[in-house]
């Protein structure tokens, strides 16, 4: 399994980022998907999850209506749209799925909100 995370960068407030996330050796689809984030000092959280087919998708306070997540699963892909982003949303954001042989993460990739 590998999760390999990218889109991350310097973004002004009120901007945008799309992260991706490209996931190999397992059977994607059957598999829901999460992106979650940890900013420095703080545990890391969960912001976004998908279902496996893509048809359903949770959010956590902090981000509804400015995060949206996806999925490609011809192309074996989980996206994360970021709007309006502020300062606050400042970390190193995660790819992740849940297996029965475990967690599995991405490396992650970082996002810095700042003027």
């Known amino acids: 399994v590998q999760l390999v995370e990218s889109g991350g960068g310097l973004v002004q407030p009120g901007g945008s980022l799309r992260l991706s996330c490209a996931a190999s050796?397992?059977?994607?689809?059957?598999?829901?998907m999460t992106w979650h984030r940890q900013a420095p000092g703080k545990e890391r959280e969960l912001v976004a999850a998908?279902?496996?087919?893509?048809?359903?998708?949770n959010y956590a306070d902090s981000v509804k209506g400015r995060f949206t997540i996806s999925r490609d699963n011809p192309k074996n892909t989980v996206y994360l749209q970021m709007n309006s982003l502020k300062p606050e949303d400042t970390a190193v954001y995660y790819c992740?799925?849940?297996?029965?042989?475990?967690?599995?993460w991405g490396q992650g990739t970082q996002v810095t909100v700042s003027s």
């Open positions: 998908i279902s496996g087919v893509g048809g359903s998708t």
């Open positions: 992740h799925t849940l297996m029965i042989s475990g967690h599995y």
């Open positions: 050796g397992f059977t994607f689809s059957t598999y829901a």
